[in-house]
C-alpha cells in the first residue's frame, strides 16, 4: 500500500470514484494526476470508513456526558490558574505573630472573616476571641477539659462565609461534652455530653440551629439548639451552670446553662471506627462557580461528609429543616422542632478505582471557595483533591513532610488554586494544585502546626500551634501591615 501520504489520500477517492461507478470523474482525476492507484487501496471503502470514524469521533464528543466535559473544563482551570513556581498571591509571608492568648497549648483556630476576628481553642479548656490585630476581645471557660474543635455559627458553606450574624461558638472538648458560648456577652449558652471522649469535629447546619459533632468514641450526632423546656427553664441560674454529673453523663441530655438554650441530640450514628472530620457542604452540589468565585446553598437544608478512621468512604449526610424560621427557638415537643429530618444520603467511595481496599483514611477534609473541590488530608500523606459533583479524583499530591503523630489540617487558598498544609516540624507547606507540585516550605511555627484556617476575605491564613502562638500570614506582594 502507499505510504505518501499525497498518494494514499489519491488512492482513496479514485477507489470510491471507482466503486460508485462515477467513471468520467475517475478518468478525469487520473488524467489531471497523471496517475492510476486506485488499486494500491487494499481494501474497499477505505474512505467511506475513514468518513465513518470521524462522524463517530464528533458524534461522541457532541453527546460527551456532562461529566466528561465538566471535568475537562476544570482541569484546563486548575492548570492555567496560579504558578508552579511560587506561591504568587497565595499567603506566604507572616504578617503577624500573636501571644498570651492561652495559658496553656492551642489546638484549634477558626475566623469569622468580615469582622476579622479569631477564635482560637485550648488544652485548658478556654475559648479567645482575638481582632487580626492582636487586640483581645474576650476569653470564655467552654469546660474543664481541652477544647478540641471549634464551629463558629453563620461562617461556613450553606450561610455564607462570614455573612452570619450569629456569634455562636461551639466548642467540641477533650470529656466529650460540647459547649455554646456567645461570644458577644461571653455567656455559656448550652452544654451537653453527647459522647465519651474526644470531640474532635463539629460543624453547625444553614440554619444556626443544627450542629454535628464526632468524636473519637466511634459515633456522630445531630444536635438541635433550642429554647429550654419549661421545667428547665426554671432551674436557678447559678445551679444551671453548675451542670449536675448525673445530666452530664446522660447521653444527648441537654445540660441547662442559665441561657434559656439548651442543646438536646435529635439524630445519633455509631461508626466502625473513630470520627476524624465533619465538613459542611452547600446543599446542592449545584452551587457551585468558578475557581476563584465562593458559593453558598440554602437555609433549609445542610449536607455534610463525616470521616472515619479506616475506611476509604466518607459518609454523605444530610439534614433538613422544613420550617428553619421557627425550628430554632420551640420546644422540643412543637411541630417546628420535630421537622428536621437526618438522613445518610450517600457513602462516598474515596479510591479512584472504586476498590475497597483501605490503603488510606481522611484525616481532614477541607471546601473550595468556589464549593467544586474537596480536599482530603490522608493519612499517609498525600493530600487527595476530589471534583465535588460526580466525586472524581483530580490530582493525588505528594510531598508534604510529616512527623509522629502529626496533626493532619490543610485549606484552599481563595483561588482554589493553592492548597495550605501543616508540615513536620511547625512547616507550612504551600502546594499548587494543577502542576501537583510544592511551590514553599516556611518555618511558621516553633512546635509542631495544631490548626489553621483561611481567611479568603482578608486573604489571610491563620495557624496556631503548641507554641502557644497564633500566626497571621497574608500574600508576599501586600504591604506589611503596621
Not at 461529566?67 to 504558578?83: M, N, Y
Not at 461558638?169 to 456567645?182: E, F, N, R, T
Not at 473513630?274 to 449536607?303: E, I, M, R
Request: proline share 3%; charged share 15%.
Amino acid at each position: 500500500m502507499a505510504t505518501d501520504p499525497d498518494r494514499l489520500a489519491l488512492a482513496l477517492v479514485q477507489q470510491y470514484l471507482h466503486e460508485h461507478g462515477y467513471g468520467r470523474a475517475l478518468e478525469a482525476l487520473e488524467h489531471e494526476a497523471g496517475l492510476r492507484v486506485k488499486d494500491e487501496a487494499q481494501q474497499g471503502s477505505q474512505l467511506l470508513q475513514l468518513v465513518y470514524d470521524h462522524l463517530e469521533r464528533q458524534l461522541a464528543d457532541t453527546c460527551q456526558d456532562d461529566a466528561a466535559v465538566r471535568r475537562r473544563r476544570l482541569e484546563e482551570e486548575l492548570l492555567a490558574s496560579g504558578s508552579a513556581t511560587s506561591p504568587a498571591t497565595c499567603p506566604s509571608r507572616l504578617q503577624r505573630r500573636i501571644a498570651g492568648l492561652h495559658a496553656s497549648n492551642i489546638i484549634c483556630v477558626q475566623c469569622w472573616p468580615q469582622r476579622r476576628l479569631a477564635v482560637t481553642g485550648s488544652s485548658d479548656g478556654t475559648v479567645t476571641v482575638v481582632g487580626y490585630d492582636g487586640s483581645l476581645m474576650r476569653s470564655m471557660q467552654a469546660g474543664t477539659s481541652g477544647v478540641l474543635c471549634l464551629a463558629l455559627a453563620g461562617n461556613g458553606a450553606g450561610s455564607g462565609e462570614g455573612e452570619g450574624s450569629s456569634s455562636l461558638v461551639a466548642a467540641g472538648c477533650m470529656d466529650g461534652s460540647v459547649a455554646v458560648l456567645d461570644a458577644a456577652s461571653g455567656t455559656l449558652q448550652a452544654r451537653c455530653q453527647p459522647h465519651r471522649k474526644y470531640v474532635v469535629a463539629a460543624a453547625w447546619a444553614a440554619d444556626g440551629r443544627h450542629l454535628v459533632t464526632g468524636s473519637w468514641d466511634h459515633s456522630y450526632a445531630v444536635h438541635r439548639l433550642q429554647r429550654q423546656q419549661p421545667a428547665a427553664a426554671q432551674r436557678p441560674a447559678a445551679a444551671a451552670l453548675l451542670v449536675a454529673a448525673a445530666d452530664d453523663e446522660a447521653a444527648g441530655k441537654p445540660a441547662s446553662s442559665g441561657a434559656g438554650w439548651e442543646l438536646v441530640r435529635v439524630h445519633e450514628a455509631q461508626t466502625a471506627a473513630k470520627v476524624n472530620a465533619v465538613l459542611p457542604l452547600p446543599s446542592s452540589s449545584g452551587d457551585v462557580g468558578d475557581l476563584g468565585s465562593s458559593s453558598t446553598g440554602s437555609s433549609t437544608s445542610s449536607s455534610f461528609l463525616v470521616a472515619v478512621q479506616g475506611s476509604n468512604y466518607l459518609c454523605h449526610l444530610s439534614i433538613s429543616i422544613s420550617n428553619p424560621a421557627t425550628a430554632g427557638d420551640s420546644g422540643a415537643g412543637s411541630p417546628a422542632a420535630a421537622a428536621a429530618v437526618v438522613r445518610e444520603e450517600a457513602r462516598i467511595n474515596m479510591n479512584a478505582r472504586g476498590d475497597d481496599h483501605v490503603s488510606f483514611s481522611a484525616a481532614h477534609l477541607a471546601l473550595s471557595p468556589c464549593a467544586r473541590l474537596v480536599l482530603v488530608s490522608a493519612d499517609n500523606g498525600r493530600l487527595l483533591v476530589y471534583e465535588r459533583q460526580g466525586w472524581s479524583l483530580l490530582r493525588s499530591i505528594f510531598g508534604l513532610p510529616t512527623e509522629q503523630f502529626h496533626q493532619y489540617c490543610a485549606t484552599f487558598d481563595r483561588t482554589s488554586s493553592y492548597v495550605m498544609a501543616a508540615a513536620a516540624h511547625g512547616a507550612l507547606a504551600i502546594f499548587h494544585v494543577g502542576s501537583a507540585t510544592r511551590v514553599a516550605l516556611l518555618p511558621a511555627h516553633n512546635k509542631n502546626v495544631r490548626g489553621l484556617c483561611y481567611d479568603g476575605h482578608a486573604n489571610l491564613l491563620l495557624t496556631v500551634s503548641f507554641d502557644r502562638t497564633l500566626g497571621l500570614w497574608e500574600a508576599a506582594g501586600n504591604e506589611p501591615e503596621g
